[in-house]
């Protein structure tokens, strides 16, 4: 198809080989349509033969670029229609002509609003920027949207979402999306319910969202009763109730329950301090009890108790549950309570028998709350330490919870008091290692012993008993610790009567200390005539003696416990000389010492 500049031309073309005046030609083309503010040119076709030798431009209209030049550019910031009129001047003639320019702007058909969070069951508008003469197609991630092809529609989404708009006019299409994010609140309260007068009930609201805002109301008067989840409530009329729950960006849920109060109070007079003694008595119900029946039950189960009693009189002996079930025409009231009963034990020290005058050792354990103790004494402790001289009972209250108390009583028996000694023979208080020493158990007064009975024990690094069970008995001390310069011997009497008596002595014990001369003159003055073991301290014996002369010849030899050399070998004086010896010895209580070696100086 040929342009209409075209055409325009062949037109003037013939008319100039016709010999025809030309005119002057001069199009602006059809009108057309801008999408969204888009840049667009206007552009001056003329025509003139021959040319003009001077072409003069006056553009008119809104937001052009330039008004006298061919091709102005335009920017048209809002949506219309823009009328264009064109007039050009040449050498031979003036020209004009016009066109609309239609601008469409998205903002003026589709305007849908920002991602939202939104509460379940609010409304929202898709468009708020809709053109009647504009074809629209609605579209949305929802299961249950179907397509709407409405300029402006509302939506009330039930879940979370995204919604798609698209729309089309004059050749221009647009197209958008929202997201609505759909807040969800369970909300459940308490049902209606029937109360009797004088009764409360607690109205209880459960949600399954964190954070929420709870009110509730009485609908008679709008008087907020409370803003926690839960109220409780004593109407004197049946009464309707509202809770709001406010949760997320400024949603609400709310419900209502109706309480109906119906016949006359029931009351139960529960006992102000229900805690007791093991087998204190208690009066459960102290309201009067009119026309009302009773049903009392009991967990553990009560023996004791008359189920059907208006007022029953309890004693339990352990921690119970008393519920009760009081019903008057039409009107049902139950209630429980906890009588607490307090428990404790209390165990005492055994009986025991002291000497006379002795203290005895008494003790008693209570356990309970908040227990404390009251002896025969007077005293206050735990623990009490007598020194009776004739057979008496000691009484201990153990007092705990409220005011209940536990009592047990001791028996101290006393027997005749004696004395306890060890005397010893020979008596002494240094004994030598293995010395054999008496050791008597001296009671006084002096009285028959053969009722006693004895329990001997010996100390010296370690404490061993001894196997002797009579008053007197004989010892022979030994120690493998020469650091242990002591021996203690403890005993134990006990008469028939059972008085208890320990005595115990301390004995030193003696170590040899012996000695090796390093010569000696054999010439019968008697000074200095044996070589021999000296024995300056305790006792010792000689176990073998051996002497060399300095060749390591033999020259004498002797197992004797007293053994000496007389400086003679074979019957022969020994030659003056240095000789060398060898002796193993004993202590007195059999233990071998180191062997002894050395030299010694025969002189004559």
Same mark, same amino acid.
């Given at each position: 198809?040929?342009s209409?500049?075209?055409?325009?031309?062949?037109?003037?073309?013939?008319?100039?080989?016709?010999?025809?005046?030309?005119?002057?030609?001069?199009?602006?083309?059809?009108?057309?349509?801008?999408?969204?503010?888009?840049?667009?040119?206007?552009?001056?076709?003329?025509?003139?033969?021959?040319?003009?030798?001077?072409?003069?431009?006056?553009?008119?209209?809104?937001?052009?670029?330039?008004?006298?030049?061919?091709?102005?550019?335009?920017? %048209?910031?809002?949506?219309?229609s823009?009328?264009?009129?064109?007039?050009?001047?040449?050498?031979?003639?003036?020209?004009?002509?016009?066109?609309?320019?239609?601008?469409?702007?998205k903002?003026?058909?589709?305007?849908?609003?920002?991602?939202?969070?939104?509460?379940?069951?609010?409304?929202?508008?898709?468009?708020?920027?809709?053109?009647?003469?504009?074809?629209?197609?609605?579209?949305?991630?929802?299961?249950?949207?179907?397509?709407?092809?409405?300029? %402006?529609p509302?939506?009330?989404?039930?879940?979370?979402?995204?919604?798609?708009?698209?729309?089309?006019?004059?050749?221009?299409?647009?197209?958008?999306?929202?997201?609505?994010?759909?807040?969800?609140?369970?909300?459940?309260?308490?049902?209606?319910?029937?109360?009797c007068?004088?009764?409360?009930?607690?109205?209880?609201?459960?949600?399954?969202?964190?954070?929420?805002?709870?009110?509730?109301?009485?609908?008679?008067?709008?008087?907020?009763?409370?803003?926690?989840?839960?109220?409780?409530?004593?109407?004197?009329?049946?009464?309707?109730?509202?809770?709001?729950?406010?949760?997320?960006?400024?949603?609400?849920?709310?419900?209502?329950?109706?309480?109906e109060?119906?016949?006359?109070?029931?009351?139960?007079?529960?006992?102000?301090?229900?805690?007791?003694?093991?087998?204190?008595?208690?009066?459960?119900?102290?309201?009067?009890?009119?026309?009302?029946?009773?049903?009392?039950?009991?967990?553990?189960?009560?023996?004791?108790?008359?189920?059907?009693?208006?007022?029953?009189?309890?004693?339990?002996?352990?921690?119970?549950?008393y519920?009760?079930?009081?019903?008057?025409?039409?009107?049902?009231?139950?209630?429980?309570?906890?009588?607490?009963?307090?428990?404790?034990?209390?165990?005492?020290?055994?009986?025991?028998?002291?000497?006379?005058?002795?203290?005895?050792?008494?003790?008693?354990?209570?356990?309970?709350p908040?227990?404390?103790?009251?002896?025969?004494t007077?005293?206050?402790?735990?623990?009490?330490?007598?020194?009776?001289?004739?057979?008496?009972?000691?009484?201990?209250?153990?007092?705990?919870?409220?005011?209940?108390?536990?009592?047990?009583?001791?028996?101290?028996s006393?027997?005749?008091?004696?004395?306890?000694?060890?005397?010893?023979?020979?008596?002494?208080?240094?004994?030598?290692?293995?010395?054999?020493?008496?050791?008597?158990? %001296?009671?006084?007064? !002096?009285?028959?012993?053969?009722?006693?009975?004895?329990?001997?024990?010996?100390?010296?690094?370690?404490?061993?008993?001894?196997?002797?069970?009579?008053?007197?008995?004989?010892?022979r001390?030994?120690?493998?610790?020469?650091?242990? %310069?002591?021996?203690?011997?403890?005993?134990?009497?006990?008469?028939?009567?059972?008085?208890?008596?320990?005595?115990?002595?301390?004995?030193?014990?003696?170590? !040899?200390?012996?000695?090796?001369?390093?010569?000696?003159?054999?010439?019968?003055?008697?000074?200095?005539?044996?070589?021999?073991?000296?024995v300056?301290?305790?006792?010792?014996?000689?176990?073998?003696?051996?002497?060399?002369?300095?060749?390591?010849?033999?020259?004498?030899?002797?197992?004797?416990?007293?053994?000496?050399?007389?400086?003679?070998?074979?019957?022969?004086?020994?030659?003056?000389?240095?000789?060398?010896?060898?002796?193993?010895?004993?202590?007195?209580?059999?233990?071998?010492?180191?062997?002894?070696?050395?030299?010694?100086?025969?002189?004559?």
């Amino acid at each position: 198809m040929k342009s209409r500049h075209y055409l325009l031309f062949l037109v003037a073309v013939k008319a100039a080989v016709a010999g025809a005046q030309v005119p002057c030609l001069l199009d602006l083309g059809p009108d057309f349509t801008v999408c969204n503010r888009e840049p667009f040119a206007l552009s001056a076709h003329v025509l003139q033969i021959p040319p003009a030798t001077s072409v003069v431009y006056e553009w008119s209209g809104a937001f052009l670029s330039c008004s006298d030049c061919p091709s102005p550019l335009v920017v %048209a910031p809002t949506a219309g229609s823009y009328t264009y009129v064109l007039t050009v001047r040449t050498d031979s003639c003036t020209l004009s002509d016009s066109l609309v320019v239609h601008v469409i702007v998205k903002e003026t058909l589709l305007s849908l609003p920002a991602d939202a969070a939104i509460c379940l069951g609010d409304s929202v508008l898709l468009n708020s920027a809709s053109d009647t003469a504009a074809a629209y197609i609605w579209t949305a991630t929802h299961p249950n949207f179907d397509t709407v092809r409405t300029a %402006a529609p509302v939506v009330v989404p039930v879940q979370s979402a995204t919604y798609y708009g698209t729309v089309e006019k004059g050749g221009c299409v647009f197209r958008d999306s929202v997201r609505l994010q759909v807040v969800r609140a369970e909300l459940v309260v308490s049902s209606d319910t029937v109360i009797c007068r004088g009764q409360s009930v607690r109205l209880l609201a459960l949600t399954d969202v964190s954070g929420g805002v709870f009110t509730w109301r009485r609908l008679s008067d709008g008087v907020i009763l409370s803003t926690a989840q839960s109220v409780s409530v004593s109407p004197e009329k049946t009464t309707a109730y509202a809770i709001t729950m406010e949760y997320g960006n400024g949603c609400r849920r709310s419900d209502t329950v109706v309480v109906e109060v119906k016949g006359e109070a029931l009351t139960i007079q529960f006992p102000s301090d229900p805690r007791l003694c093991p087998g204190e008595p208690l009066v459960l119900n102290l309201a009067p009890a009119t026309g009302i029946q009773y049903l009392w039950s009991a967990e553990p189960p009560d023996p004791g108790l008359v189920v059907n009693a208006p007022s029953p009189v309890v004693s339990p002996t352990r921690s119970t549950v008393y519920t009760v079930t009081a019903q008057e025409a039409d009107c049902t009231l139950k209630q429980s309570l906890l009588v607490s009963v307090f428990s404790a034990t209390l165990t005492v020290s055994a009986d025991t028998v002291v000497c006379a005058g002795d203290r005895a050792a008494l003790s008693a354990i209570g356990a309970g709350p908040n227990g404390c103790y009251l002896w025969s004494t007077g005293e206050t402790s735990p623990m009490i330490f007598p020194a009776p001289t004739v057979s008496t009972l000691f009484t201990v209250a153990y007092f705990y919870g409220d005011t209940c108390a536990l009592y047990d009583t001791i028996r101290v028996s006393t027997a005749p008091a004696f004395s306890l000694q060890i005397a010893s023979v020979p008596d002494t208080s240094q004994i030598n290692l293995g010395q054999s020493i008496q050791l008597f158990a %001296a009671v006084s007064p !002096p009285q028959d012993l053969s009722g006693f009975s004895f329990a001997w024990q010996e100390t010296t690094i370690g404490t061993k008993p001894l196997p002797f069970s009579a008053p007197n008995i004989e010892v022979r001390p030994s120690s493998n610790d020469t650091a242990s %310069a002591a021996v203690r011997y403890t005993v134990r009497a006990v008469s028939p009567q059972g008085c208890v008596r320990t005595a115990e002595r301390l004995f030193q014990l003696l170590f !040899p200390l012996v000695r090796f001369p390093n010569a000696f003159t054999p010439n019968g003055d008697g000074y200095n005539d044996y070589f021999e073991m000296l024995v300056l301290e305790g006792q010792a014996r000689i176990e073998r003696m051996q002497i060399f002369n300095r060749w390591g010849g033999l020259v004498f030899d002797s197992a004797e416990t007293n053994a000496r050399w007389d400086g003679t070998v074979n019957g022969q004086p020994a030659p003056a000389d240095v000789y060398l010896y060898r002796i193993s010895w004993r202590r007195s209580d059999g233990a071998m010492m180191p062997l002894a070696v050395g030299d010694v100086t025969l002189i004559r």
